[in-house]
Structures are given as C-alpha cells and as structure tokens.
C-alpha cells in the first residue's frame, strides 16, 4: 500500500508517518522547500521514507504528485495551524488551510485513480468556536454545572452538560477556523458530488514532546524545561516577587513565562493516539467525519497546575506574566469533545489521559534543555 501525507514535518505527520511504516506502507511525504531543515521530527525514520518537494498552495504540482505516485491513501495535514497566527495573517491562512485543500480535491478529482484513492483531511474542533450542544439529559442532572451523558470510551461517566459532537453546528471564532470549516464542506461536497472517498477527522487538540513551540502547551512545558535547568544553577534564594518581568537571583536573571488567557479550556490528547484514529477512517468502506477526543475539558490554568506540579512548585503565580500581546481578537472558551461515534464506528479510544500528557512533556522538556544548554541571560 501506498500514502502520500502532506505536512509529514509536522507534529501529526511525523506520528502518523511512523505509525504507517510499521504497518508496512511505502510513505510518500512531502514537505516545502524552506532555507533551514524541517525534517527533525521525521529523521529517525528518514531511510524508510520518500521524500518529495511540495506546497499545497500550487495545485498543478499537487496533482503531478497524485499521478506519479499512485497512492492508495492520501492524508493532508498541512496547514497554516496557529490560530493566533491566522488573525495576522489571514489570507495566508485561507490560501494553505482552505485553498490548499481544494487544490488535493481537484487533483483527486482528475486523477485516472480517483475511485482507488482514499483521502483524509484534518478537520478542527477550532470549527465549533462559541458552540456547543447542551446536553438533552436535564433531569439527569448533577449540580448546576454537571450532567451525566454517555459514556464513549468506557472509562467512566461524562459529566459535563456542555460538549461538542458531530452534531453541534459550527460556529468559528477565527480565520483558521473558517478556513478549516470550508474545507471541511469541500470534503463533504466532492464526496456527495463526485464519489470520493474523502473522510474528516474532527479533532481536538491534541499535544505531545514534538507539539510546535508556539502551542499553548509545549510553550510551558519548553519554558519549565529551561527554568529548571536555570534554577538548578542558582543559589537558594530566588526572588520572583521584586521584577514584574524577570526571576532574580544574586545578579542573574530568567525571563518569567508570557501568557494570555488562562481560562479557556480545551480537550486535550496525544497525537499518537490521534493518528491512529486518522487511519481507522481511511479503513472503512464509507467515508465520514469523526470527532476525536477524550471527553474531558482543562483550562490552561489546569494544565500549568499539573506541569508545574512535576517540578514540584506549587504556587506559579509570581512566574507567569499575563501579556495582552498573547490575547485572541476573538477567543475559543470551551472545547470538550464527546469522541462516541469514533469509539462505535472505529473502535477507537485515546490511551494517554491528561496528566500522563502534561508529565511526558515536562519530563521531555526538561531533560531537553539539560542538553542543550540554552544561553542564560544576565544583569
Ligand atoms: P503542524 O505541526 O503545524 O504541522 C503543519 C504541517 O503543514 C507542517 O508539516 C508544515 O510544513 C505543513 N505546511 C504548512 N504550510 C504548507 C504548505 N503551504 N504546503 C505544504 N505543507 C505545508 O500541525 P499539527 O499539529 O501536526 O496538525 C496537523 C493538522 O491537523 C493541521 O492541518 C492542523 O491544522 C490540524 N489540527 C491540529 C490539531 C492539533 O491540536 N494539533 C487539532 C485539530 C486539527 P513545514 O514543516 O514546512 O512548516
Ligand atoms: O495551544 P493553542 O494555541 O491552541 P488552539 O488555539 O486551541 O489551536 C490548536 O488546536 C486546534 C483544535 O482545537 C487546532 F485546530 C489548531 O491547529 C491548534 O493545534 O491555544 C490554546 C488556548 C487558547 O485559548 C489560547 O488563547 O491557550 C490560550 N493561550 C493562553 N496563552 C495561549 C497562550 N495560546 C498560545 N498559543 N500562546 C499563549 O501564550
């Protein structure tokens, strides 16, 4: 069996890359001419990869690609993928996350092997935005905030009374978003017009030790990493209170963490879990959308109280800044997806729970930064 997977330099695609050679496909990845290397996430399994030039921004060389290597399975992964980034750059953000995916489309679509080709695209929760379904169960509620709903991965209880589904009509909050919820109609408009088998996944956010920096997530994680590393080589005594900027110790000084808003929640996962979800669509005989999430909601607060928690510090308020410069024009507040129909369907379930999560990306982290020894600023 043959793939091509656009965006294989990213977190998902080096996941999912793995997860196909050693299901035996010959992997076809391609990746964008850029002036510095993008392939670290990808360099352990370089020698079992083929690896092409690409930007799925330029059609005629997308469809060149799809002719010439005849793959069975076509996954696409790129995209502009930072929210926040798509409020600054917003026509960047539709020509690669909408226009972009129109380009596969039609390339499938003229393609001599359109009917062999199964395609999956990387749809968002970032799509439901400001909505969410509240649940039907009133009389089985809790407490003013909680409700019993189904249970989709069997672990227990879902107690929430506000989630997202594949039912809960999109509302999108940003450009990313919109760009993301128009290619998931094209999907859905070529499938019923044109017969491709093209499926969606609807993902949650979903994290790892190879999560890209700028992520609510690896930013804190990356940033602990090098505190620790920074505090270890400091005297007894550091003052987080005296600078509202900078941790002090005897004539050295550490940048404190710059954050926004800590109170939006997210549903998050680990990418490798969620890429197996990926391909379990592209196994199916009909092609659909999934959600794919655990069925639990963290604010960001919560997931710097469990990271910070693994270096032992309780108490993080006097190292983190609240920046207005990290603020959303307009925000996303609550994500907690209900992952049933990919759990019944697919038979999938995610194994790493949120703690498990936030404790590899520390652990990662830190021993990162004890190897690369990054530059200390001083007074
Ligand atoms: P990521 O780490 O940002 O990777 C994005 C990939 O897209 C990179 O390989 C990047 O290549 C490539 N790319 C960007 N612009 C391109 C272009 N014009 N032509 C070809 N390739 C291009 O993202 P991720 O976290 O792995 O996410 C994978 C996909 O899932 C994305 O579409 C994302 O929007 C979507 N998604 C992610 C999450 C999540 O929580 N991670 C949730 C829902 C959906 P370079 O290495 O050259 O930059
Ligand atoms: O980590 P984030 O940037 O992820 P966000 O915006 O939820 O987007 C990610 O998940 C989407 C799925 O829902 C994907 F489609 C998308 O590609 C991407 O992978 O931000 C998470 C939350 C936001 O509410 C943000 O406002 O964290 C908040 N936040 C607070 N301070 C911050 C920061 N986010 C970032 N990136 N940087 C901060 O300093």
Not at 137 to 156: E, F
Not at 230 to 247: A, E, H, K, L, V
């Amino acid at each position: 069996m043959k793939v091509v997977i656009f965006g294989i330099t990213g977190q998902d695609g080096s996941y999912l890359a793995e997860l196909l050679v050693k299901k035996g496909y010959e992997v076809i990845g391609v990746t964008r001419r850029v002036s510095v290397n993008t392939l670290s996430r990808i360099e352990h399994i370089l020698p079992q990869l083929t690896i092409v030039e690409g930007d799925i921004t330029d059609g005629f060389n997308i469809s060149k690609i799809i002719e010439s290597h005849e793959p069975d399975e076509v996954y696409n992964l790129a995209a502009q993928s930072h929210v926040g980034t798509s409020f600054k750059q917003p026509s960047l953000t539709w020509d690669i996350t909408g226009a972009g995916v129109l380009n596969i489309l039609e390339a499938i679509r003229y393609s001599s092997r359109k009917d062999q080709i199964r395609f999956y695209q990387a749809s968002s929760s970032e799509m439901f935005g400001k909505n969410y379904t509240t649940s039907e169960n009133a009389s089985l509620m809790m407490s003013d905030d909680k409700v019993v709903v189904d249970d989709p991965t069997g672990k227990g209880f879902y107690e929430y009374k506000k989630y997202q589904d594949e039912n809960t009509p999109f509302i999108p909050q940003s450009p990313y978003g919109i760009a993301k919820l128009a290619a998931h109609h094209l999907v859905r408009n070529y499938r019923e017009s044109y017969g491709i088998h093209g499926s969606c996944g609807i993902l949650f956010n979903h994290e790892s030790e190879r999560r890209g920096e700028q992520f609510v997530t690896r930013k804190i994680t990356k940033w602990i990493g090098e505190f620790v590393l920074w505090s270890n080589q400091s005297s007894m005594d550091i003052d987080t209170t005296s600078d509202p900027d900078f941790i002090l110790d005897n004539g050295r000084k550490f940048p404190k963490l710059r954050l926004g808003n800590l109170d939006a929640r997210r549903d998050w996962g680990h990418a490798a879990d969620y890429v197996e979800a990926m391909w379990l669509m592209l196994q199916q005989d009909e092609p659909d959308d999934y959600v794919v999430a655990t069925g639990e909601t963290r604010s960001v607060r919560e997931f710097l109280d469990a990271s910070f928690s693994f270096v032992e510090v309780d108490d993080w308020s006097n190292l983190v800044v609240i920046d207005p410069e990290f603020y959303r024009a307009a925000e996303v507040e609550y994500l907690l997806g209900i992952p049933t129909k990919a759990k019944r369907k697919l038979g999938w379930s995610p194994r790493i729970d949120f703690k498990s999560l936030a404790e590899r990306m520390v652990a990662y982290d830190v021993k990162e930064a004890g190897l690369q020894r990054p530059s200390i600023q001083t007074v």
